[in-house]
T-cell receptor, first 114, second 115 residues
Framework: DGGITQSPKYLFRKEGQNVTLSCEQN?????MYWYRQDPGQGLRLIYY???????QKGDIAEGYSVSREKKESFPLTVTSAQKNPTAFYLC?????????????FGPGTRLLVL | AQSVTQLGSHVSVSEGALVLLRCNYS??????LFWYVQYPNQGLQLLLK??????LVKGINGFEAEFKKSETSFHLTKPSAHMSDAAEYFC?????????????FGKGTKLSVIP
């Protein structure tokens, strides 16, 4: 089945540690996105990538980094510079980054701080 | 700039009653509009989408929404609520025009269905 997978489902971070969240899609989509979800805040865009080897900052990129070396994969690293990383992280993809394209979401990763 | 306002962070309805979730948007250009549903600890699933053409859009699970340009609204309705409709619903806007790569989401409305 085509879809988006995110791993792990739960992730624990110690203070000062970098952690990486995985996002893989087999939909042959060009565009991929990372969102952060906090209770009552909706979804906020962290980074997006229109095509392989290209990505742009979203509204809340500070403390995060990404790479897009393969079309299928768009990992997100939460660095130690992100002081409040506890949240639900959602990865999405769309056929292209043209306006109005439907974004399809993965099941999410919940990041907790020890 | 574009924005989305969802009126009511929490809505409760009785099973079998009408569901009405409100969404207003602001956009300087004609928008694309979306409704997504999220069940606890899961990702978002597309319910329906407005692009152009017919202003009444039908989606999955018996939901529909009507685009009203004069009111800048895109309210979501379902004639008869079912227990399985209990979830959080997000309205989102993607404005046409240059640089419209992003969806802007509302803060969400949690729907509770009372038996």
């Amino acid at each position: 089945d085509g879809g988006i997978t995110q791993s792990p489902k739960y992730l624990f971070r110690k203070e000062g540690q970098n952690v990486t969240l995985s996002c893989e899609q087999n939909l042959n989509h060009d565009a991929m996105y990372w969102y952060r979800q906090d209770p009552g805040q909706g979804l906020r865009l962290i980074y997006y990538s229109q095509i392989v080897n290209d990505f742009q900052k979203g509204d809340i990129a500070e403390g995060y980094s990404v790479s897009r070396e393969k079309k299928e994969s768009f990992p997100l690293t939460v660095t130690s510079a992100q002081k409040n990383p506890t949240a639900f992280y959602l990865c999405a993809s769309s056929i292209s980054a043209r306006q109005g394209q439907t974004q399809y979401f993965g099941p999410g990763t919940r990041l907790l701080v020890l | 700039a574009q924005s989305v306002t969802q009126l009511g962070s929490h809505v409760s309805v009785s099973e079998g009653a009408l569901v009405l979730l409100r969404c207003n948007y602001s956009s300087s250009v004609p928008p694309y509009l979306f409704w997504y549903v999220q069940y606890p600890n899961q990702g978002l699933q597309l319910l329906l989408k407005y692009t152009t053409g017919a202003t009444l859009v039908k989606g999955i699970n018996g939901f529909e929404a009507e685009f009203k340009k004069s009111e800048t609204s895109f309210h979501l309705t379902k004639p008869s609520a079912h227990m399985s409709d209990a979830a959080e619903y997000f309205c989102a806007v993607s404005a046409t025009g240059a640089g419209s790569y992003q969806l802007t989401f509302g803060k969400g409305t949690k729907l509770s269905v009372i038996p």
